[in-house]
């Protein structure tokens, strides 16, 4: 399973972004999916994953009434709408998913290769 992510750049503070993540290869059922994001000098960080179905998402603190994470499962593709950006905001964003390749294997974490946001003026 292949990751491929979108969407990263220098935004001015309060600014926006929209970051896409596509899921492909061999899929039989994709969990939840969404980012984790590492700072430098920091440990990799939960931003925000959403269940298969899309109701349920979980949202790190930080980003909370700013990041709207959505997920279109036709297309294997996850959004995240990242509003109101500060400096603090500014990391390598990984998109991730819990991914099945074949029924009845077991779930594996899928990685994508990390796209930078920088929040700058």
């Known amino acids: 399973v292949q990751l491929q992510a979108y969407g990263g750049g220098l935004v001015q503070p309060g600014g926006s972004l929209r970051l896409s993540c596509k899921a492909s290869?061999?899929?039989?059922?994709?969990?939840?999916m969404g980012w984790y994001r590492q700072a430098p000098g920091k440990q990799r960080e939960l931003v925000a994953t959403?269940?298969?179905?899309?109701?349920?998402?979980n949202y790190a603190d930080s980003v909370k009434g700013r990041f709207t994470n959505t997920r279109d499962n036709a297309k294997n593709t996850v959004y995240l709408q990242m509003n109101n950006l500060n400096p603090e905001d500014t990391a390598v964003y990984y998109c991730?998913?819990?991914?099945?390749?074949?029924?009845?294997?077991?779930?594996?974490?899928?990685w994508g290769q990390g796209t930078l946001v920088t929040v700058s003026s």
């Open positions: 290869g061999r899929i039989f059922r994709i969990g939840v």
């Open positions: 959403t269940d298969p179905s899309g109701g349920t998402t």
């Open positions: 991730y998913a819990r991914t099945q390749s074949k029924w009845r294997e077991n779930f594996i974490d899928s």
